[in-house]
């Protein structure tokens, strides 16, 4: 994309597809959805004409070096609403390191002083050039939903029903049942079956929970059982700062630690998880409940 000008006096700057749409996966090329265009691997720096007084030199140069993997785009006034950025995760678990934290709040307040929305998405799978599109195109859909339903609904009305919500759609599903038809991790959930008829897991079914940290992100599990204390075991963190599609980001979480295992379970021979290791993880996290938003709902599970 390229720049049209300073969007009549905001930071942001408007841009337009400087070629045909096509891969998203593909560096420097876009794609288009709806009332979106979508280009991949952005710096913050090309997104922003200018330095917002309200940022400091040193939170600006370091900003403005931050890439994100695809920053969307109204398409009719071309101007940036939201970025996603899909990263490995940091060793320091649900924290950040303190070099890493700084960075982040330089980042934060250069996004929040241009308006722009952002979604971190942690996983050492999930990855721009495999599922990044699709992930992408889903929080695109959620969010048009949302403001859809949002607009139709009269918030006066004492008497108006609640709108459902995207990720809560039942519909019929390709197999011919009825079921969450915007389940992000449906794919994922069938390539299961498929491996345990294969003989490939000792369960077809894709388990998963939720929880979000107080003051931090919301993280998803997802595993499947492989037999003789072995599991494909996959944890997303989702750090949204500003950005909400309509789902919640702790139920986005579990959904896309199930795309997770689908990747894995691609792969001809993924390498097996050791459940006594989940185990303990799972474990140290019904012990931190009162880190946790609304506490800890999973006690009824066992990796016993």
Do not use: K
């Not at 799972?282 to 931190?288: M, P």
């Amino acid at each position: 994309m390229t720049a049209t000008g300073n969007g009549g006096g905001g930071f942001l700057r408007p841009l337009v597809m400087s070629g045909p749409a096509g891969d998203g996966g593909t560096p420097g090329r876009g794609f288009e959805r709806g009332d979106w265009v979508v280009l991949p691997d952005q710096s913050l720096g090309a997104l922003v004409h200018a330095r917002p007084p309200e940022v400091t030199g040193s939170q600006w140069n370091t900003a403005i070096r931050t890439r994100y993997d695809f920053v969307a785009c109204d398409r009719r006034t071309g101007r940036p609403v939201f970025a996603v950025e899909l990263s490995d995760p940091d060793t320091t678990g649900t924290g950040r390191s303190g070099g890493a934290e700084r960075a982040d709040r330089m980042r934060t307040a250069v996004c929040d002083a241009v308006g722009l929305e952002v979604l971190r998405i942690v996983s050492p799978i999930l990855r721009p050039a495999g599922v990044g599109r699709r992930i992408v195109e889903y929080l695109l859909d959620a969010r048009s939903y949302a403001t859809a339903v949002r607009d139709a609904v009269d918030p006066t009305d004492p008497l108006a029903e609640p709108a459902v919500g995207y990720r809560d759609i039942i519909g019929r599903l390709p197999d011919g049942r009825d079921g969450f038809v915007n389940d992000l991790g449906a794919l994922a959930r069938a390539a299961a079956v498929d491996a345990y008829v294969s003989r490939r897991l000792t369960d077809p079914i894709l388990r998963g929970l939720y929880v979000h940290w107080v003051d931090g992100p919301a993280e998803g599990w997802g595993w499947v059982e492989v037999g003789e204390g072995r599991c494909l075991f996959e944890r997303v963190l989702l750090w949204p700062h500003r950005f909400s599609c309509g789902v919640p980001p702790e139920r986005l979480a579990e959904d896309l630690a199930a795309v997770a295992i689908g990747e894995r379970l691609r792969s001809a021979d993924p390498v097996p998880d050791d459940r006594a290791e989940v185990a303990r993880r799972f474990t140290e996290l019904g012990r931190r409940r009162a880190e946790l938003v609304g506490g800890f709902a999973f006690d009824h599970l066992s990796f016993g």
